[in-house]
Nanobody, 118 residues
């Protein structure tokens, strides 16, 4: 089972990007999914999360600008990022809590770089 993230790139401040992350492989169910980010020299922090039921939560710094969503049929999570700021520059990682038969696993994507120029 793997997570494949895409959608990062270079954008000017005030611009938008949409990240996608798809689960590949055979799984029994997909529970919580989330996006984290890690800026240079800093720890990896939660940006936004979404449960299997669609409940969401965001770090304060992105509220009103970022939107996390999921397509459960496609086992894909998205992060729509609007009004981007230079401080949003980071490597963004997707995360999923999945179940395969009777066991649960934490799975991470490979990371996608978002660079916001000021």
């Amino acid at each position: 089972v793997q997570l494949q993230a895409s959608g990062g790139g270079l954008v000017q401040a005030g611009g938008s990007l949409r990240l996608s992350c798809a689960v590949s492989g055979s799984i029994s169910s997909n529970k919580n999914m989330a996006w984290y980010r890690q800026a240079p020299g800093k720890q990896r922090d939660l940006v936004a999360a979404i449960t299997s039921g669609g409940s969401t939560n965001y770090v304060d710094s992105v509220k009103g600008r970022f939107t996390i969503s999921r397509d459960s049929a496609k086992n894909t999570v998205y992060l729509q990022m609007n009004s981007l700021k230079a401080e949003d520059t980071a490597v963004y990682y997707c995360y999923a809590r999945i179940r395969v038969l009777f066991r649960e696993y934490d799975v991470w994507g490979q990371g996608t770089l978002v660079t916001v120029s000021s």
